[in-house]
């Protein structure tokens, strides 16, 4: 065995440039595999990470999810906050509003979105993980006030808005009193394009006394997806509809994240994969090329009661230890790839940190799939020298 290795080492040594190339392709093949999978699940992180801290929320929307589509079926009533308030398990009960609405700013307008809710949970949901970068936050008796996303405030106009400015939402005034920071990724779909306002001040400006959306708070966690089915059966028995509310746990959201992080991740391993495949197709056209300048050496192994064993394993061997370099190679590059990528994630998306995790399973499956490239691209060469005949090898030289 010493003898193997010490020949395949010579062997891999004396074609340099090639065993280098050989390696390289390995490399990058695997780096591609651990910096995605690395930077996929440091992402399925900080999202569930965020999430983790609304773990006691039920969200219930007035519609059903279709794939990535949500149909919205209507609204909710006073009755069904009432029956929900009886249900044993909830804490507290917080109804909000929301629809389309046009804003003018200095005789300019523009379509928004209009949001209204009790202040208090508005400001857990939205301004503790958000931030606001001008003003404060409303108050229940802010009938005129509002609090504008960071879009609305440079996007939306020709002029910044800025606190104590005037606004007219649906020809009704109302004054700035706070402007959100830039919301993070989490947020900035629900923050930065819209305007917050009071219950009261919502219904009134959107003519409206229609509940669309309910948040339900829980005393124990490990009860909110029990909750959330009694919840649905209230609201659609209220209804006459079997699929009318859809109550989410954060637990489920969690779940359909993880599930879709999974196929990223797995598409990503795919993309990656063809790396491999230009890989396995280098290493196999290396050892064709070390069989045909090796054939008189093989020859002569033969010659002297090397059996088609020895001679297989020994190229086996040589692919297998190109395809080892080549694998560990690529975990040290794929961990740097993987911490650049998550440095440059954590700039882009400001507010949440993006700290790639590398786990060990990934490092060691890197490396055995790299072993497996090596051995099965390996195999075809070292039969065919295997195989060849040992008085026309060393005639060849």
Same mark, same amino acid.
């Given at each position: 065995m010493r003898d193997a290795v010490l020949l395949a080492y010579r062997s891999i040594r004396e074609r340099k440039a090639?065993? &280098?190339l050989t390696v390289l392709g390995i490399a990058v093949g695997i780096a591609a595999i651990v910096?995605? /999978? !690395? =930077?996929g699940y440091g992402m399925e992180e900080a999202i569930t990470g965020e999430l983790t801290a609304f773990a006691d929320i039920i969200s219930v929307y007035p519609g059903k999810i279709a794939g990535a589509t949500y149909l919205e079926l209507g609204s909710f009533t006073d009755r069904d906050v009432s029956d929900l308030q009886r249900i044993g398990g909830i804490k507290d009960i917080t109804t909000m509003t929301y629809d389309a609405a046009e804003v003018e700013f200095r005789n300019k307008r523009a379509p928004t979105f209009v949001l209204g809710?009790? #202040?208090?949970?508005?400001? !857990?949901?939205? =301004?503790?993980a958000v931030g606001l970068k001008e003003g404060r936050w409303l108050r229940e008796n802010d009938y005129k006030g509002c609090v504008i996303g960071d879009r609305v405030a440079n996007d939306f106009f020709d002029d910044v808005i800025h606190v104590n400015d005037k606004l007219l939402i649906n020809d009704k005034k109302f004054i700035v009193l706070g402007v959100f920071e830039k919301g993070t990724m989490m947020y900035a779909n629900d923050v930065d394009p819209n305007i917050f306002l009071t219950l009261r001040a919502a219904k009134? =400006?959107?003519? #409206?006394?229609?509940?669309?959306? &309910? /948040?339900?708070? =829980?005393?124990?966690?490990?009860e909110a997806e029990e909750i959330a089915e009694e919840i649905k059966e209230t609201i659609n028995d209220n209804h006459g509809l079997d699929e009318f509310a859809n109550a989410m746990t954060m637990g489920s959201m969690l779940e359909q994240i993880g599930g879709i992080f999974s196929i990223i991740r797995a598409v990503l391993v795919g993309i990656a994969a063809i790396a491999l495949v230009v890989a396995s197709i280098g290493i196999m056209n290396t050892m064709l090329m070390s069989v045909m300048e090796r054939t008189h050496e093989i020859g002569v192994m033969k010659a002297i009661g090397a059996k088609n064993r020895d001679v297989l394993s020994l190229f086996l061997l040589e692919s297998s230890m190109v395809s080892l370099i080549g694998g560990a190679a690529g975990c040290l590059l794929g961990l740097s790839v993987a911490k650049l990528m998550s440095f440059l994630g954590s700039m882009l998306m400001t507010g949440m940190e993006l700290e790639a995790i590398v786990k060990p399973e990934v490092l060691f499956g890197g490396i055995a799939v790299a072993l497996i490239v090596g051995i099965l691209s390996g195999f075809y060469p070292a039969r065919k020298a295997s195989k060849m005949s040992p008085v026309e090898a060393v005639r060849y030289g």
């Open positions: 090639r065993s &280098i910096s995605l /999978m !690395s =930077v809710g009790e #202040t208090k949970e508005l400001e !857990s949901l939205y =301004v503790e009134d =400006v959107l003519q #409206t006394d229609e509940i669309k959306y &309910i /948040m339900a708070r =829980v005393y124990d966690i490990d």
